[in-house]
């Protein structure tokens, strides 16, 4: 019987051993995931902190009417506008309006729109490929933080293949029109060059 004794312990304290290693192993394996996550949370809240911050001091954003960037527009054309205006740190201003219109109506207003310079200018709008706007959009999107920009409209131009995109340029301002024919919204975004 003592033969048989201390094999068995032996075996048993081997079997033992493997377990609590395993045990151990399992242990730090989980710490370190959780740590792993924890920290990598931690960095991306940071990011997006930082990031927030930065566009926040680098736009300085209000309200405005379609009517105060083109006051030669006609009454009746543009309704539901929404309008932003916003300057970057290095002076540049822009806005941004959504609104609803006729674009046969609304193309011939621009085009007429009073210029500082009729050689840097566009007589009329043109068509052009939205492709590259929407890889644009795309692209800063990911950068900015939650609800700072609705992306919604973006997955509609995405997909939408009867959206249409125009380009203006009545200098200093400079219009890139997104245009839903669907439902007649118009996203444009103007530049003001100096």
Known sequence: MKKYILPVITVLSLVS???IEEKIDQTVQKTT????QKAQQAVEE??????????NSFTNSQDVK????FPNAGAGIVSEEKGKKFKFPNGTEGYIFKYKADIAALLPLLEGQPTRDESKSDKTSRKIDGQSLIDKISFISKFLPENTFDTGFLEDIKNDKSIEYYKLKRFPNSSTIIYNPKNQTIIQYVEVNK
């Open 33 to 36: 995931e959780t740590v792993q």
């Open 66 to 69: 379609f009517s105060e960037v």
């Open 46 to 55: 940071t990011v997006k902190k930082t990031v927030s911050e930065s566009i």
């Open 17 to 19: 051993c493997n377990k």
